[in-house]
């Protein structure tokens, strides 16, 4: 039975191609053969034992692959170029406008001072309103379609 800083030593260079081969970069290879290594090395009397070690090994760089291009396929996203940080500028025409915006819900007929999270005038305050507390809820004023609604968090108009 060979040990395994043997195989390693004999086998290394080899696996490396094997997983560049699949992934086509040098460095996610290396990456990807030294966990398989630190798994392999666990179990390695039973593997030696049991199989040709090479084969079982081809194997768990596969599976380590696949697994982390698994992952990778569902958490990261590819970018041709890196978005730079927003403006701070930018940032205070933005809440400039939103201000100017409120200041013109205002002046529409029927505004009492507060507007509900689902759209409608109403009675209740919201984190929206300036006279907002953590008060709590009641119902808002009727929608568009006559039906009641409650003001609540993610409650829409209907």
């Known amino acids: 039975m060979i040990s395994f800083d043997e195989f390693v030593t004999a086998r290394g260079p080899a696996l490396l191609r094997f997983g ?17 290594l630190a798994k392999v090395y666990r ?3 039973r593997i030696a ?6 084969a079982y090994v081809r194997r768990a760089i596969l599976h380590q692959y696949l697994s982390w291009r698994r ?9 041709a170029e890196v978005p730079e940080h927003p403006d701070r500028g930018l940032m205070a025409d933005q809440v400039a406008v939103r201000d100017e915006m ?10 009492n001072g507060r507007f509900s ?7 209740c305050p919201t984190p929206r309103s300036p006279t907002w507390s953590a008060a709590p809820r009641r119902p808002c004023a009727y929608t ?7 003001c609540g968090r993610g409650s829409r108009r209907t």
């Open 20 to 36: 560049y081969l699949m992934c086509g970069d040098r460095h996610l290879a290396e990456d990807i053969l030294q966990e398989v």
């Open 43 to 45: 179990r390695w009397g």
């Open 49 to 54: 034992r049991a199989e040709p070690p090479e």
């Open 71 to 79: 992952r990778r396929a569902s958490t990261e996203a590819i970018v």
């Open 102 to 111: 409120w200041a013109l819900l205002a002046t529409l007929p029927g505004y």
């Open 117 to 123: 999270s689902c759209g409608t005038t109403s009675t």
């Open 144 to 150: 568009r379609s006559g039906r009641s609604a409650r």
